[in-house]
């Protein structure tokens, strides 16, 4: 891209940067934000040595940032364009008010006539803001080819009091003569703008690490669907949008092209009592794992939560999230359970509309071990877990599910597979006082039926790996699970699916429905996406699958589901259906469990990931785990 700008008659050539055109934000989206502060100004010149006052320079070389990231497709917001006072909260309230992805402070320098260099700021512990600060840093000094200072912490005012990612560039020292008289030049202005642009540029587009996606669905065939989407960070700090879905549609939000490199919980919630379905997708690349999670949205937050799967052995990390979408302060109390029965209790306080992340290794005694967890909160909470491993040899990966609110004695998992480079587990959680006795029967595509029992120790987390069962060897298979005591059930499966290498993740169902919606599909390059169908019934089914298009058309097949059986529809291979986004609604005249298996080949990120359908729509829907980063 060939872009050309004149500014204070100085012909500017963009093509010094590595402009890559930015992703606009479909279906309604939000051009990210950039502020810029030039800093000082009005009755406030800051250093002035060398004929030179730092209030003017400031102000010219942001000047300059400005049209070099518009080019790039952002929206720049300036604190001011001319001398004027302003104070350090004014600043920050326009950085606030805009709702900007980052803020950047323009600054130069003042100490000694011999201190030289380029230093630049980010706040005390903030994560995010020390990549910004470094990565502007970095194409700063690699233009100016001044003294590198590094990349510091520090306390300033509006690093301190923005809401998003902040940096403050000091860019030469006025005190020192020779940096000075560049200071008033021109071309060097210029390569500290081309410096910072490019930075900004580089931490926005982020395209190794996390993108998580909100997928909606309106299966009402009349009413289009209003919907209010609210993030809420680890800060306390939440934003609100607004969405519409029209209907008989799928919508796709990406997430990060409205909240950057965060953390984030999401409530969806329709506001004009027009139903809906909603998953989320999350797909990363950083130093733990590569590959892609899914899930459903929970219905509502409740003071108890089940998690069957866990594990900090083997090569996996497990965190717990839970999101506090209340006003008040929530107490929760989390138990540990291992499969030896040992157990460990810890507590902690979760502030109001935030996000909180437990790393389970740091708890004592779990360091490494299989486990499940129960948590108890004084307030409503909603509870997640995703688990990364890598395992040392090239294949690493990620699941998730959402928690359990209530335990049962009946459960249903329509997918599963032993076949070559699949491994399927069944993860049960008896948070009960006494032993737990398990029925498990596996049913096989042509009706066969294999039945094994097991039993759990009191306050324990037991692992069934199906590849290891008599009669399910190399077979496609859904499992029943009747207990004679409440209990949590997971199923996690680890593949080799034609060279994808990583893992799925799903809880089970507690109940059959006839009617079943499915948020998330995709068909498009890189993408296979899978219904699975199961039959426990004595009674063969027969279903429609309607498959609802991101333009309001739809496509319609019908399938057989014998009795006591499982049935796959690779959406792929279904004519018209290629290359497409789309929901699906399955109705059955017999009562069936519904899951979406989806395997991805994108950019660097190869993986799979699975999520049980729901058998209703709903006004609300609540996700503890999101990240942006």
Same mark, same amino acid.
Request: glycine share 10%.
């Given at each position: 891209?060939r872009?050309?700008k004149?500014?204070?008659?100085?012909?500017?050539?963009?093509?010094?940067?590595?402009?890559?055109?930015?992703?606009? =934000?479909?279906?309604?989206?939000?051009?990210?934000?950039v502020?810029?502060?030039?800093?000082?100004?009005?009755?406030?010149?800051?250093?002035?040595?060398?004929?030179?006052?730092?209030?003017?320079?400031?102000?010219?070389i942001?000047?300059?940032?400005g049209?070099?990231?518009?080019?790039?497709?952002?929206q720049?917001?300036?604190?001011r364009?001319?001398?004027?006072?302003?104070?350090?909260?004014?600043?920050? +309230?326009?950085?606030?008010n805009?709702r900007? +992805?980052?803020?950047?402070?323009v600054?130069?320098?003042a100490?000694?006539?011999?201190?030289?260099?380029? $230093?630049?700021?980010?706040?005390?512990?903030?994560?995010?803001?020390?990549?910004?600060?470094?990565?502007?840093?970095?194409?700063?000094?690699?233009?100016?080819?001044?003294?590198?200072?590094?990349?510091? $912490?520090?306390?300033?005012?509006?690093?301190?009091?923005?809401?998003?990612? =902040?940096?403050?560039?000091?860019?030469?020292f006025?005190?020192?003569?020779?940096?000075?008289e560049?200071?008033?030049?021109?071309?060097?202005?210029?390569?500290?703008?081309?410096?910072?642009?490019?930075?900004?540029?580089?931490?926005?587009? +982020?395209?190794?690490?996390?993108?998580?996606?909100?997928?909606?669905?309106?299966?009402?065939?009349k009413?289009?669907?209003?919907?209010?989407?609210?993030?809420?960070?680890? +800060?306390?700090?939440?934003?609100?949008?607004?969405?519409?879905?029209?209907?008989?549609?799928?919508v796709?939000i990406?997430?990060?092209?409205?909240?950057?490199?965060?953390?984030?919980?999401?409530?969806?919630?329709?506001?004009?009592?027009?139903?809906i379905?909603?998953? #989320?997708?999350?797909?990363?690349?950083?130093?733990?794992?590569s590959?892609g999670?899914?899930?459903?949205?929970?219905?509502?937050?409740s003071?108890?939560?089940?998690?069957?799967e866990?594990?900090?052995?083997?090569g996996?990390?497990t965190f717990?999230?839970?999101?506090?979408?209340?006003?008040?302060?929530?107490?929760?109390?989390?138990?540990?359970?291992?499969?030896?029965?040992?157990?460990?209790?810890c507590?902690?306080?979760?502030?109001?509309r935030s996000?909180?992340?437990?790393d389970?290794?740091?708890?004592?005694?779990?360091?490494?071990?299989?486990?499940s967890?129960?948590?108890?909160?004084?307030?409503?909470?909603?509870?997640?877990?995703?688990?990364?491993?890598?395992?040392?040899?090239g294949?690493?990966?990620?699941?998730?599910?959402?928690?359990?609110?209530?335990?049962?004695?009946?459960?249903?998992?329509?997918?599963?597979y032993?076949?070559?480079?699949?491994?399927?587990?069944?993860?049960?959680?008896?948070?009960?006082?006494?032993?737990? #006795?398990l029925?498990?029967d596996?049913?096989?595509?042509?009706?066969?039926?294999?039945?094994?029992?097991y039993?759990?120790?009191?306050?324990?987390?037991?692992?069934?790996?199906?590849?290891?069962?008599?009669?399910?060897?190399?077979?496609?298979?859904s499992?029943?699970?009747?207990?004679?005591?409440?209990?949590?059930?997971?199923?996690?499966?680890?593949?080799?699916?034609?060279?994808?290498e990583?893992?799925?993740?799903?809880?089970?169902?507690?109940?059959?429905?006839?009617?079943?919606?499915?948020?998330?599909?995709?068909t498009?390059?890189?993408?296979?996406?899978?219904?699975?169908?199961?039959?426990?019934?004595?009674?063969?089914?027969?279903?429609?699958?309607?498959?609802?298009?991101?333009?309001?058309?739809?496509?319609?097949?019908s399938?057989?589901?014998?009795?006591q059986?499982?049935?796959t529809?690779?959406v792929?291979?279904?004519?018209?259906?290629e290359?497409?986004?789309?929901s699906?609604?399955?109705?059955?005249?017999?009562?069936?469990?519904?899951?979406?298996?989806?395997?991805?080949?994108?950019?660097?990120?190869?993986?799979g990931?699975?999520?049980?359908?729901?058998?209703?729509?709903?006004m609300e829907?609540?996700?503890?785990?999101g990240?942006?980063?």
């Amino acid at each position: 891209m060939r872009v050309m700008k004149v500014i204070a008659g100085v012909v500017v050539v963009l093509l010094a940067l590595s402009v890559t055109p930015v992703c606009r =934000a479909g279906n309604g989206g939000r051009t990210r934000v950039v502020c810029i502060d030039p800093g000082h100004g009005g009755e406030d010149p800051g250093a002035v040595c060398n004929d030179v006052e730092e209030k003017e320079v400031n102000l010219e070389i942001s000047m300059r940032i400005g049209p070099l990231i518009e080019a790039m497709g952002y929206q720049v917001v300036m604190t001011r364009t001319t001398d004027v006072t302003l104070s350090l909260q004014e600043r920050c +309230d326009i950085a606030n008010n805009a709702r900007a +992805d980052i803020f950047v402070s323009v600054h130069n320098n003042a100490y000694l006539t011999t201190s030289e260099g380029t $230093e630049t700021f980010c706040y005390y512990d903030s994560e995010e803001g020390r990549r910004l600060a470094t990565l502007i840093h970095n194409q700063v000094v690699k233009r100016t080819e001044l003294t590198n200072r590094g990349v510091k $912490e520090a306390g300033f005012y509006v690093l301190k009091n923005t809401d998003m990612p =902040a940096a403050l560039l000091e860019g030469a020292f006025i005190t020192n003569p020779e940096e000075a008289e560049l200071l008033q030049d021109p071309e060097f202005q210029q390569e500290i703008a081309e410096g910072v642009a490019e930075g900004v540029h580089n931490y926005l587009i +982020d395209p190794g690490r996390f993108d998580t996606y909100i997928l909606l669905m309106n299966p009402d065939e009349k009413e289009t669907a209003e919907v209010e989407l609210i993030y809420m960070s680890g +800060d306390g700090k939440e934003r609100c949008y607004e969405e519409e879905v029209p209907p008989g549609c799928r919508v796709t939000i990406h997430v990060d092209e409205y909240i950057s490199n965060s953390d984030v919980s999401t409530l969806v919630r329709s506001t004009n009592e027009v139903p809906i379905v909603a998953e #989320r997708a999350v797909y990363f690349n950083f130093d733990r794992a590569s590959g892609g999670h899914g899930a459903p949205g929970v219905l509502a937050a409740s003071r108890e939560w089940h998690l069957a799967e866990g594990s900090t052995d083997w090569g996996y990390s497990t965190f717990v999230l839970i999101q506090n979408p209340a006003d008040d302060e929530s107490p929760v109390a989390l138990r540990f359970m291992r499969s030896d029965g040992h157990n460990y209790t810890c507590d902690y306080t979760l502030e109001p509309r935030s996000r909180f992340t437990l790393d389970v290794s740091k708890v004592p005694g779990f360091e490494e071990a299989d486990f499940s967890v129960k948590l108890e909160a004084e307030e409503p909470v909603v509870v997640e877990r995703a688990m990364y491993w890598d395992d040392g040899n090239g294949c690493s990966g990620g699941h998730d599910s959402p928690g359990v609110a209530e335990p049962s004695r009946c459960w249903y998992l329509a997918e599963g597979y032993t076949g070559s480079g699949f491994d399927t587990f069944v993860l049960v959680e008896n948070p009960n006082p006494q032993n737990a #006795r398990l029925t498990m029967d596996y049913m096989l595509p042509d009706g066969g039926l294999v039945t094994e029992y097991y039993d759990l120790l009191p306050y324990s987390r037991r692992t069934i790996q199906l590849n290891e069962v008599a009669g399910l060897e190399d077979t496609d298979v859904s499992v029943r699970v009747n207990a004679d005591r409440p209990v949590v059930v997971e199923r996690s499966m680890y593949f080799d699916y034609f060279g994808i290498e990583e893992g799925s993740n799903s809880t089970a169902a507690g109940s059959l429905s006839r009617t079943w919606y499915v948020a998330e599909g995709y068909t498009g390059e890189g993408f296979d996406t899978y219904i699975l169908l199961m039959n426990p019934g004595e009674v063969d089914a027969g279903a429609t699958l309607r498959f609802l298009l991101p333009g309001g058309g739809e496509k319609k097949v019908s399938v057989a589901v014998p009795a006591q059986s499982r049935r796959t529809v690779k959406v792929d291979d279904l004519k018209g259906m290629e290359g497409r986004e789309f929901s699906t609604l399955v109705s059955s005249g017999q009562p069936i469990v519904v899951e979406r298996a989806l395997y991805f080949s994108i950019r660097s990120r190869d993986g799979g990931h699975s999520a049980m359908a729901v058998t209703a729509p709903a006004m609300e829907w609540y996700f503890a785990e999101g990240c942006t980063r």
